[in-house]
Every structure is written in C-alpha cells, then in structure tokens.
C-alpha cells in the first residue's frame, strides 16, 4: 500500500469531493461528508463519469452526474439502476491536517 495525498484538511469542506490522480493508480475520488472522509473510484461503474463530480447527499451517499446511478460511500455498493456493479473503497487517513489515501501500487 503506498500513501498519496489528497490535500490539507480544510481544503476539503464538508460536501466537497477532491480527485486525485497518479502514475500508478486508477483516479480515486475522496469525499467529505458531514465531516467524515470516503474515497472510491473515481470513474463510474456504469460509463465514463467522474464520481467526483458526483451529487453528495448527506447520508454519504453519492449520485453519479451522468445517468443518476446512487453508490454508498461507505461500502462502494451500487444502490440503484443503471449501475449494478460497486464502486472499489479505499482507506482515507487525516493525520497532521492533510488527508491522504491509501492505494495499492500498480507497478508499470
Ligand atoms: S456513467 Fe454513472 S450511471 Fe452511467
């Protein structure tokens, strides 16, 4: 697992969502959600949208911007039509007022 990171924590206010994107991973999307950290894929199950450019709701659920698909931040789990297939999670660490995430490497 390697550490990346996100941001400064009060980079990230409470309904905002931050991608974050590497040489050796998949874009990941973290969000922060009545101040609770999440992160998933950031490229919808369903097609290519960005998740976060996702709607957030407050029971830190998001929908997807392209045809409305719901995904629980919590578990990846795709809520409803069209989307079947979960978003992937990833642990989301705040330490020393950053945020990162921890992803797996991908060697090239
Ligand atoms: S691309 Fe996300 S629901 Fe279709």
Excluded: W
């Excluded at 998949?26 to 960005?50: K, Q």
């Amino acid at each position: 697992m390697a550490r990346v990171f996100v941001c400064e924590s009060g980079a990230l206010a409470d309904g905002d969502a931050r991608k974050v994107e590497g040489e050796s991973f998949a874009a990941i999307a973290v969000f922060n959600v009545a101040g609770s950290l999440f992160a998933v894929s950031d490229r919808c199950s369903h097609g290519n949208a960005s998740m976060s450019e996702a709607y957030v709701e407050d029971d830190a659920t998001v929908e997807c911007p392209l045809h409305a698909a719901r995904f629980c931040l919590k578990t990846g789990k795709a809520l409803c039509q069209p989307a079947t297939d979960p978003l992937r999670t990833f642990p989301v660490v705040e330490e020393g007022g950053q945020i990162f995430v921890e992803v797996e490497e991908v060697s090239a």
